[in-house]
């Protein structure tokens, strides 16, 4: 990003708002991709639970012994 300074110094002024506008492009991109993280970090969590819980009932299954009840 060149600039130009017409033969005069570059003051102290110059540099902070070159600095403010790069920074708050920045800051925009940033939160313009924030509803998207969310929506991944989300579908990430879901799917994490979800194989955990499918794994769980089908180890439950071949752990679980048969318990049968009979009164005398």
């Given at each position: 990003?060149?600039?130009?300074?017409?033969?005069?110094?570059?003051?102290?002024?110059?540099?902070?708002?070159?600095?403010?506008?790069?920074?708050?492009?920045?800051?925009?991109?940033?939160?313009?991709?924030?509803?998207?993280?969310?929506?991944?970090a989300?579908?990430?969590?879901?799917?994490?639970?979800?194989?955990?819980?499918?794994?769980?009932?089908?180890?439950?299954?071949?752990?679980?012994?048969?318990?049968?009840?009979?009164?005398?």
């Amino acid at each position: 990003m060149a600039t130009r300074t017409n033969g005069r110094r570059i003051t102290r002024d110059d540099l902070q708002e070159a600095f403010s506008r790069l920074a708050g492009e920045g800051e925009s991109t940033a939160k313009a991709a924030v509803p998207q993280a969310a929506v991944v970090a989300g579908a990430l969590a879901l799917a994490v639970v979800a194989l955990a819980y499918l794994a769980g009932r089908r180890r439950g299954r071949h752990r679980s012994a048969v318990v049968e009840i009979r009164r005398v």
